[in-house]
């Protein structure tokens, strides 16, 4: 069993910031990839931000510049600092927990509103 639980959600102004991290426990074993999706209400889940166990990175364009992932690969954690916040930010953020033998797994998801 791996759990994956995500925390640091909240209601911001635009232009304001936040910091959603993202643990994995349980059988982990062999971690490749962590990363965070959202999905909008009526959209679909999309890639914002990921990184390799190598620390390698990949980010959505609507995100390069302003969120910034990074892990703590001893503590299997993820963190996502997103700044300069705008309205459209605003979705529920799923943590992504890839591991080896093509494990995939989910969080819960955390609500992320930006205000105008």
């Known amino acids: 069993q791996v759990q994956v639980v995500e925390s640091g959600g909240g209601l911001v102004q635009a232009g304001g910031s936040l910091r959603l991290s993202c643990a994995a426990s349980g059988s982990i074993f062999s971690i490749n990839v962590m990363g965070w999706y959202r999905q909008a209400p009526g959209k679909q889940r999309d890639l914002v931000a990921s990184?390799?166990?190598?620390?390698?990175?990949n980010y959505a364009d609507s995100v390069k510049g302003r969120f910034i992932i990074s892990t703590d690969n001893a503590k299997n954690t993820v963190h996502l600092q997103m700044n300069s916040l705008k309205p459209e930010d605003t979705a529920v953020y799923y943590c992504n927990v890839r591991m080896g033998g093509l494990r995939i797994y989910w969080g819960q998801g955390t609500q992320v509103t930006v205000s105008s």
């Open positions: 990184i390799t166990s190598g620390g390698s990175t």
